[in-house]
């Protein structure tokens, strides 16, 4: 059973923006720690950022000041808006969700819940 669902990567060029979905269809009582995460063929998966408890967020140093992280409640979906985007952010962005609803970290290990995950390809 699918819990989690990413949509909206794609190929662009570089400077150009990129908005990521996460559709959440599991039960839980309130919105618990979510984050993205992206992963490079041969390599480990990165942490790009996180969001619990009314919209707290952290990112990646990689990426701050450039992407956002929000989510929508209401449509049970996070988002993970991408601007300024670089060759180097290209990979296979990942959805996850731990069962805490507090977040402390962007260690894959700590997620209980993972999408399928959904490309995403910068050119120069």
């Known amino acids: 059973q699918v819990q989690l669902m990413e949509s909206g990567g794609g190929s662009v060029e570089a400077g150009q923006s990129l908005t990521l979905s996460c559709l959440d269809s599991r039960y839980a009582k309130g919105r618990t720690c979510m984050a993205w995460f992206r992963q490079v063929t041969g390599t480990e998966r990165e942490g790009i950022a996180y969001i619990f408890s009314r919209g707290r967020t952290h990112y990646a140093s990689s990426v701050e000041g450039r992407f956002v992280i929000s989510q929508d409640n209401d449509k049970d979906t996070i988002y993970l808006q991408m601007n300024s985007l670089k060759p180097e952010d290209s990979g296979m962005y990942y959805c996850?969700?731990?069962?805490?609803?507090?977040?402390?970290?962007?260690?894959?290990?700590?997620?209980?819940?993972w999408g399928q995950g959904t490309q995403v390809t910068v050119s120069s």
């Open positions: 996850a969700a731990q069962k805490n609803y507090y977040c402390e970290g962007l260690r894959a290990s700590e997620f209980d819940y």
